[in-house]
């Protein structure tokens, strides 16, 4: 019988988990419940909310098979739980859950920074306990378990961070995890990730809304796509944004220097009427896009 | 009888040119053709071009009723002349048409910047010609003829720059012709738009090729789609923009200088650990941008 060398049968055989409790059903958290059972990585999935509403829909959806509102209680008996809330919660939310633990348990997170949740989480980790660091690079414009969706990870990149202190077994199961629901999986440092990740998501989250702001009145009947598309996650949601900058601040601000930098060699070069230098550093940034994207 | 206050009958009636020249017919030359047969502006369209094989096309496609490769031939009885090139070609092949104008001739252009186009233009119309300085501010990712849609321009602005020294008459009958093929006039100085548009247009290209030039090496498998759509201008051809910019240099440095400080003000939030300064600068882009796309 051959072996298909790719699509669904790409990824290794996992061990499934006995029960996963998955904290936050929104959009990341219920698209993940519904993709383990989907995969037969997960026998049973338990959602933790903070809304009645939200986990009967998630249960109706068919992304958890049981709901509770109260965190501790979620997390007794799971063998991995998963941080899916917003980032300021995951500290507040594992001091409340750690002495519920069961023996053995791995605790992940799917927050977009890692360096600051990994300094926080790794030490409440009860012994016998592994806390690994993830980062699935995965979204859509929509939100909520209403927009949930089994196919929401499918051939992104999972990023996972294990520190010198993450046991090896926890990391490798982790991983395995997020690639049976369709994820490739880099490893990296914390810190490695936030500096990656500060370039090339949350450095464009800050030059397009400076963009915006930098569009003096009566522009607005000039604007075109070229505008629309540069600046179009400046419309996302303020509060989360601020989250996400603020837990990745130090490398955020580093990579804004540099593309300050970046942009004095475009002024110079055009006070300097030098079109020479302008055209190579606009085809510099075309190829390297090409490239990016694959185009 | 009643009139339509919306839809195709917006458009002030128009006196239609007798003939039309479009000096340069790809896709916005070849649409413009298009459109203005399509809406009764042009009794006849000529168009020059540098190929045969294009000019044959354009009259395939119903562009241009006839075509030469001779700009002065082109242009002769032609009570108005549009300069379809590319910027920088404009100053020569108005040098090589001005003898061949007819008299009370009209001179367009499409630049995508002003100032210097009409500083250089308007001494080199003979008299009882006028030259008008004209922005349609439509495009497509697409180029060539064989794109060319008699649909580019509905619904879309187009800015118009009369001087001191251009006649009403042509002001107003070049407006009327633009609003006939479905667009939004603004009329402004030279010097209003290319500020404008540098904040619109050309601040976002610059800005979206630094972003690029901004990802580090090994960031590659972390892009998502917030940094592919606010990057997606760089890949525009590196020449055209280098031309675009170098037209308009002093007001995209301006711009480029403006960005910076408004990219400062992030960066020092952060660094300040200011929560609410980074919240506040996120909010106030997310609030001006929905307003500016009308979401």
Redesign the interface.
């Known amino acids: 019988m051959a072996t298909s060398s790719k699509g669904p049968n790409l990824a290794p055989p996992m061990t499934p988990w006995n029960q996963v409790t998955i904290i936050g059903t929104g959009l990341i958290g219920g698209s993940l419940g519904l993709a383990l059972k989907q995969a037969g990585a997960a026998g049973r999935v338990v959602g933790v909310g903070h809304r009645r509403s939200t986990l009967d829909l998630a249960i109706d959806r068919g992304a958890v098979d049981a709901g509770t509102l109260d965190p501790a209680e979620g997390v007794a008996g799971s063998d991995l739980v998963v941080l899916a809330t917003a980032v300021g919660l995951f500290e507040p939310v594992v001091r409340d859950v750690a002495g519920a633990l069961a023996p053995g348990a791995v605790v992940v997170d799917v927050g977009s920074t890692k360096a600051r949740v990994v300094r926080a989480l790794e030490p409440l980790m009860p012994a016998g306990c592994a806390f690994v660091g993830c980062h699935p ?1 995965a ?1 859509s414009e929509k939100r909520g378990i209403a927009h949930a969706d089994a196919g929401l990870f499918r051939g ?2 999972c ?1 996972v961070t294990p520190t010198d202190a993450t046991p090896a077994a926890a990391v490798d199961r982790v991983a395995a995890t997020w690639q049976a629901v369709g994820m ?1 999986v ?1 490893r990296m440092t914390p810190e ?1 990730h936030d ?3 500060a ?3 949350h ?14 009145e ?7 796509t ?14 989360v ?3 996400i ?2 837990t990745n ?1 130090d490398a ?2 580093g ?6 930098e ?6 110079q070069a ?2 300097a ?1 030098n ?1 020479e230098a ?2 190579r ?6 190829r ?6 694959g ?1």
Chains 1, 2 share one sequence.
């Open positions: 690079i979204g992104a990149t990023v490739t880099l490695d500096r990656l990740v370039e090339s998501s450095l464009p989250h800050v030059a397009a809304a400076a963009l915006v702001r930098a569009l003096g009566g522009a607005e009947p000039l604007v075109g070229g505008w629309t598309d540069t600046t179009r996650i400046a419309s996302g949601d303020p509060v944004w601020r989250d900058l603020a601040a955020v601000a990579a804004i220097a540099r593309y300050q970046g942009l004095e060699a475009f002024r055009l006070v009427g079109a302008v055209q550093l606009l085809a510099e940034a075309q390297r896009r090409d490239g990016v994207v185009a």
